[in-house]
Structures are given as C-alpha cells and as structure tokens.
C-alpha cells in the first residue's frame, strides 16, 4: 500500500478485498472514483451512508443459510460428495487427502498463507485443500484472499473449484449469477498461478478450467460442470495492471482530498468531486456508492442508459440534446449529423406525440 | 433504442413525467384477467414462499407457504394455486366459433374467447415456467404422489410460459413490459424494472414530479418489490423470526407477507387502468385471435391425453420453434408500425419509410406489353423525408395495405425534397378501371414503407422421427413418471 492511498483513506483500517470486490472492478474499468476508493480501502458503504445517499446491498440470511447448508453437505464424511461429482465432472480419481486449513480469521491470515504455500510447493500433496489463503497484487497492494474454495489437484493440474448454491435445470442456469461466478473463479486461478510462478513452479499448471459445483434442478443435490475462465482472465489482468497506475493517480490529488469517515458529509462530498466517476445505471446493482453518482450525473444522458446516450449522438447533457433537437443550440463540428437526426426525431414526435 | 425512444427519454427527464411512445395500444388486455404476483423463497431453488391470485380487484386471493423447504408445504401451495388457475383457464370453453381453412374449402373449432395472464415482470415469468417445469412431471400415484391438479397446474404454467416467448402474444403479459411498450420515462431501462418507479413516471401521485416519485418508490420499506424475490431486509428483519420457529405462526406470516403483496397487487391494477384507455391498435384483434387458436389447440391437446411438454426441446421441434418466434417477431414489428403512426416514425426516422404528397397521378395507366393488358397506375410523391429506397423497391403503405408500389424512379429535387416515382398493383378490384378512392389522388398524403405484412411460408422440417443423425438422431419417447427423485 503507497503511503498516498493510505492518506486517502485516513484512521480506518483498510476494507478487506475479496474475490467479489476484486471482480466488481472489471465491471465498470472506466471509473476512476471506484478504482481510487477500492485501490486504498475505503469503505465505500459506510461512506455513502456518511453522505446521505445509502444503498441496499443487504442479503437475505435465507440465501446465506442455504448456501452454507449445501457447502456442509458437499464436505461432509471427507468431501464424499463432492469427491463424487468432481470425479465425475472431470472424469479423474479425486481420491488423495484433504486438508482444511481453518476458519476464516484475522490472527491466522499468515499462518494459513505459509501453510497453503506449503501444501502447493510440494506437488504430490493434497488432492483438496480448502479455505486456502491467497495473495493477490491489487494496486501496488498485496491483499489476502480468503476463497471459500476448494483447490482441486489431479495429475500435477490445479482446478480451482467453486461451490454455489443456483440451481442449474435442465442444463441451465441464470446466466448472470453464472458469469458472476466465472470471474470470481478467475480472480482465484489467477492469484494461485501467481503464486505458483513465486515458488518456482510452472503458473500454466493451473488450468484455466474451472468447476462450477452448483444444485441440480430443484433438489439439492450437486452437479458439477467446467467452465473456461480464460476471457474473464483475461479481461482481469488487464484491469489489475490498470489499477497499478491508480496509486499515481491518487498522488497527485491535493493534499485536501480525504476520504476519512471521520470527515463531515460537506467534506467527504467535495472530495469525491475531485475523483472523477463514471456512471452508468449499471453501478446502481455492482457499487455501493452508486446511489450518489447517480444523483450526481442527474441531467447527463449516460444516466439515462448507454443505448440512450447512443441514440442521442452521444451528447452528453440532456438539456444540450434537447437543444440541438429543438433548433435553438448550434451544434458543433462533430454534433452536425447527431442534431440533424435528433430536429428529424423532433419534428416527428411533434408531429404525432 | 431508437432515436425517437431516446428523445422521449430525454423529453419525460426534462417535464418529469413519462412520454408516451405509442398512440395505440399494442396488446389485448382482456376484460376478466387473471392477475398472479408470486414471491420466490430466497436462496431455494424457485421455491414459491407466497402469492396474491385473483381475476377480481377487490378479491385477492392470498397464498402462502408456511416451510418453503418442506416439500408437503410446497405441493400443498401447488395444489391451492391449481385450484384457482385450473377452473379460470377451464372458464372460457363455453363458446366455440368456426374458422375457414383451407380457402374455405375445411372448417375448424375455435373458443371464442381465451385466459390471460398478468405477471408484475419478466421475473414473474420466469417463475411460472420454472415452477411449471418442477410440477408438471408430478407422478400421482407412488411414493411422491401430487393432487392431480398439480402436474396439470404444471403443463399450462408451462403453456403460459411459453406463450410468452412469443411476440405480440397477449396470453401471459408482464407490467413493467407492457407499460414500456407505450411510455418512456426519464430514467434508465434498469430502473425502469421496477414497477413502482416505473408507475411513478407515469402517473405521479398529485404536486409529485415523476422523478421524485419515481426515486421515493425505490425505498423497499414504502414500495415492496414486486417480486419474486424479496427484500433481504424483509427476509432478515420480519420473515426470519417467525420462520425459525418449528411450528410457524400462519397467521402472522399472513399478515405481513399480505402487506409486502398489496402494494403490487395496486400497481398491477392501476397498470391494467392505465392500459385500457389507450385505444387497441387495429391488428390486436388479430392476434388475439391467434391466442385463441393457441389456446383452443392446446385444450385439445390435454384432451387427447397428449405428454406434458418436454424437459427440452427436441431438434426438430427446436428449430421449428425457433422459426415461429422469428416470424412471429417480425410481423408483430410490422403489425405495430402498421398499427401506430409514432411506431412508423422510427421507420420514417430511418428512411425505411416516407410520408409525402402525391403530385401526380395517372390512375387509368394500363401496361399492355404483357400477354394481356393490366391495370397499373403511377403515381408521383414528394417528401422532405429521407428516402432510402432503390429503384426496384416494393412499397406498401398502411392506408392501403393490399396494394404494392413498385418504385420505378427516385429523383432529388432540390436541397431536401425527393420525387419518387411509383407504380401500382393490387387492391384496384378486378377491372381495367381502378374503383374510385383506391388509387391516391393528387394531393393526398400518403406514407409509403419498405415494411411488408405479406405472407412468410413457414420453413419445411422434417418429422421427428426422421431427425437427422447430426442432429442427434429421432429423441426418445416421453416416459411418465421417470423423474420423481429430483425434488
């Protein structure tokens, strides 16, 4: 962590990243205000509460209970089940030891990394080793992730496995928890090849296959199917490298620019001016702060949608749109052909609206 | 999104209110619909948690399901729900009509009215098929044994479900689309998903602007979703206590889940209010009479004792399928645009259609070069419109659907006005002389469009038992019964 992001962040404590957080950054690449509070760790809902423009982000404990009751089963009597549909799946001996390295908590976050370390620089150790602890590079910022995942290792390859709780019926499942999911996963294969090339071995052992352990229809049993992660992969490393100059960026902000949750509502207001984002509606389900920069965006066409904004010319305001539609603005070199369609698309609503 | 859409977007932000986008209405909204808003267990897979039913306003049926995990609980909801779709779906097959096929040469049977479903979203109709989907296969004798009611609950969800893929169909229709078809509002399609958002900008409560409205209907607390899924924190703060109890408390579940329903089970009504004082277009008899068709066909099939519609589509089937939805989409667009002079502008936007003014007609012109002579007019007609149509063209306009316009010139005369030249066939009657009124006079306006409702034959496909090899070979036979242990 660069002692500039730090400074942005103030007396808190970092905000942990996670495999969620660390995916949700491909979501939106182009907005700086995201890649700076998640670069140093803010805590990005507690701050929009602090300004006044909370979001609900909650999840429903039913989801949570069930998801962890099908992870239980999965694991029981030494993974029997999951032994079962992975073999299976991959059409491989999942037989070999299982080792679960703890709990999630604060104090063994070391301890744990040493162990997985161990575990994977010996090749022919175990076939699953759960609750592994990896690192990953984020913005200059080494951060520990905490998969609640199990690491899959046949014949020398790693698969990294995923354990949902979506059903998949009949062979289909909601596609957006689906690709959800793939980039979580990726965000995994890429910090355990990382971690594979630190001990000398060769990254590429981690295949780039995932398992996707999900329900079956409307029951819980589990099924088991492979996805290629490559595009996600892909589409994450360049977010991350791109994220390496985010720590430049906050530098050169002045010195004012706190995002400190001690700070007034006014203050933390006009600091998030200076980080400039951009919004899209699609913030309003994948960012907690979303809430506000759409308040903050009222009156641009990005607001209303991409394919609005598309179909406006892409003009930025809805006001100079409205302008150019009605003949009263003159448009600018690059608007001729845009305010031509938009006093064509005028005339016509005049003419039948 | 069009231009014209997208004007309309921006027009509803800057007045805060809604902009419509059609002067008709595009679809059938029946006079006794059955309105079905279900609630979704989070976290189960597709269970129902709850479900407010009914074809009558003020006479909501409330449903609900004490363990959602239990299976009892989750057939025994699946057995009340049968028991109020079952007899509305039964209740239009009093009356039949008889239809000319064949060129008159055969009749058919059809009921001369059909059931319609209102769902609040396209989540809502995700729900029905995939709640028809976990009840049809219901054996009902066994160790599992259902009500008979539920596996045939399952087959028509099922139906609905389907139905609903197919454009322009009005059997099973979802709020929040059904207003998008007509209005835009000044938010983003994301928002828009949200019925009681998307009411706001439409009819704001009085001193309310849209968008304030709009933004107040986003707090769960005030406006429940519409569902099927549910509010976490309703889920954490209210569901969970009186759940994690052995024995539930139904009557308190009643209440508060009644409370998290009514607000929706409002909205769909003022939706369905909202809907009715647009006047139908022209061509939604049409294809309501198509529904009817789809109905009546699928009544005989239950009849027969036809197999529950299959887990997957075969091949054949689903290319055939597939061929259906993109004629039916299609038409349907055609239709709409036929229908709704402010559908057509997105053409006219486009130069995929133009309105101008006839500036010269020769209504007598008769081509005789052929074997016999034939009546084919001219007619000349001036737009400012952009036109982009070649020479060669066929033209139809929707005040004369049955007559083609061949384009045979396309001339620019001056900065912005285009002289196209066009000759007429069809719609004329059977003389060498045009009836009066239909071949356009000189000065008349006239639209002129690219679109065509003519008829599409439908793709040839082969029997299912003949599927090719590469194709998988011929599927198996349904079985019943061969899948009680997924539940």
């Keep these: 962590m660069t002692a500039g992001l730090d400074r942005l962040r103030g ?15 491909t979501g939106n690449p182009g907005c700086t205000r995201r890649a700076v509070l998640d670069a140093a760790g803010v805590d990005k809902p507690k701050l929009a509460q602090r300004i006044g423009f909370p979001g609900s982000f909650g999840q429903s404990r039913f989801a949570l209970a069930r998801g962890n009751g099908f992870e239980a089963m999965l694991k029981a009597d030494d993974c029997a089940l999951l032994r079962k549909v992975l073999t299976e799946c991959l059409q491989l001996d999942a037989a070999g030891g299982y080792d679960d390295l703890g709990e999630d908590d604060d104090d063994t976050l070391t301890a744990r990394h040493r162990r997985t370390r161990e575990l994977l620089a010996g090749a022919a150790g175990a076939a699953l080793i759960d609750h592994p602890l990896l690192t990953l590079d984020v913005a200059g910022q080494r951060v520990f992730l905490e998969p609640d995942l199990i690491a899959l290792q046949i014949e020398g390859r790693l698969h990294v496995v995923e354990i949902k709780s979506f059903a998949i019926v009949d062979g289909q499942a909601d596609s957006a928890k689906v690709s959800a999911a793939a980039v979580q996963a990726a965000v995994y294969v890429l910090a355990l090849r990382r971690l594979l090339a630190e001990l000398g071995h060769d990254p590429t052992l981690v295949s780039h296959d995932v398992v996707l352990v999900c329900t079956e229809n409307f029951s819980l049993q589990p099924a088991a199917v ?6 996600q992969l892909s589409t994450l490393q360049r977010q991350l490298a791109r994220l390496a100059s985010v720590s430049e960026l906050a530098a050169a902000l002045p010195g004012s620019v706190s995002f400190d949750l001690a700070l007034g509502p006014a203050d933390l207001t006009a600091a998030l001016r200076h980080v400039e984002a951009r919004y899209a509606p699609e913030c309003l389900s994948a960012c907690e702060l979303a809430v506000y920069c759409r308040h903050e ?3 641009s066409t990005a607001a209303l949608g991409r394919p609005v904004r598309d179909a406006l010319g892409g003009v930025d305001t809805v006001a100079e749109a409205l302008a150019l539609a009605a003949g009263t603005a003159e448009p600018a070199e690059d608007q001729v052909e845009a305010a031509a369609l938009l006093r064509a ?3 016509l609503r005049a003419e039948l609206a | 999104m069009s231009t014209l859409t997208a004007l309309a977007r921006a027009q509803a932000y800057a007045d805060g209110r809604a902009q419509p986008i059609a002067t008709v209405r595009h679809l059938h909204v029946h006079p006794r619909p059955l309105v079905l808003i279900p609630l979704a267990m989070a976290g189960e897979a597709h269970a129902p948690l709850a479900a407010l039913v009914g074809a009558e306003r003020s006479a909501p049926r409330l ?21 109020i779709v079952l007899p509305y779906v039964d209740s239009f097959t009093a009356a039949t009509e008889a239809v000319a096929v064949d060129r008159g040469r055969d009749v058919r049977h059809r009921f001369t009215d059909a059931p319609q479903l209102w769902v609040p979203n396209t989540g809502g109709v995700d729900f029905l098929r995939l709640f028809g989907r976990s009840t ?36 099973l229709l979802n709020a929040v689309q059904a207003l998008g078809l007509h209005w835009a509002t000044g938010q983003s399609g994301a928002e828009d998903a949200q019925l009681a958002a998307l009411l706001a900008w439409i009819s704001p409560p009085p001193g309310r602007t849209g968008a304030e409205a709009a933004r107040a209907a986003e707090d769960p607390a005030l406006s429940p979703p519409a569902g099927p899924a549910t509010d976490p924190a309703f889920d954490n703060h209210v569901l969970a206590p009186l759940m994690s109890t052995a024995e539930p408390d139904v009557a308190a579940l009643t209440e508060v889940l009644r409370a998290q329903l009514l607000p929706t089970w409002e909205l769909m009504w003022r939706t369905l209010d909202l809907l009715r004082e647009l006047p139908a277009g022209a061509r939604v008899a049409g294809r309501w009479d198509s529904d009817r068709d789809t109905y009546s066909g699928f009544v005989q ?36 645009a036929f229908d709704d002079p402010l559908v057509m502008a997105e053409y006219r936007l486009v130069g995929a259609a133009f309105a101008g003014e006839v500036t010269l007609a020769n209504a007598d012109r008769i081509d005789d070069t052929g ?16 036109v982009r149509v070649e020479p060669g063209a066929t033209l139809t306009s929707p005040q004369r659907p049955s007559q083609k316009a061949l384009v045979i010139s396309v001339t620019a005369a001056g900065a912005d006005r285009t002289e196209v030249l066009l000759e007429l066939s069809g719609g004329m009657g059977r003389k060498l002389v045009a009836e009066p009124g239909s071949v356009p006079a000189v000065g008349e306006r006239v639209l002129l469009t690219t679109l065509s409702e003519a008829y599409r034959p439908g793709g040839a496909f082969p029997d299912p038992d003949q599927t090719p090899w590469t194709h998988g070979g011929p599927p198996p036979a349904f079985t019943p019964g061969s899948e009680q242990a997924d539940q």
Excluded: C
């Design chain 1, 11 to 25: 007396g808190t404590p970092p905000k942990r990243h996670n495999a969620r957080t660390i995916a949700a950054l």
């Design chain 1, 226 to 231: 492979v996805l290629d992660v490559r595009k």
């Design chain 1, 297 to 299: 965006a009222a009156g």
């Design chain 1, 345 to 347: 698309a005028a005339r």
């Design chain 2, 63 to 83: 449903l609900i399901v004490a363990q959602p995990r239990n299976r009892d609980h989750r057939f025994a909801f699946a057995a009340e729900l049968a028991g």
């Design chain 2, 136 to 171: 049809r296969f219901r054996s009902i004798d066994g160790e599992y044994a259902v009500p008979p009611s539920v596996p045939l609950l399952g087959r028509w969800l099922t139906f609905f479900a389907h139905a609903a893929e197919m454009p322009g169909s009005s059997l």
């Design chain 2, 301 to 336: 099939h239950l009849a027969e004792g036809g197999p529950p519609q299959p887990r997957r589509d075969g091949a054949v089937a689903a290319a055939a399928r597939l061929h259906r939805l993109e004629s039916a989409a299609t038409r349907y667009a055609v239709q709409r």
């Design chain 2, 371 to 386: 074997k016999r002579p034939v009546l084919r007019p001219r007619i000349m007609v001036v737009t400012g419109e952009p």
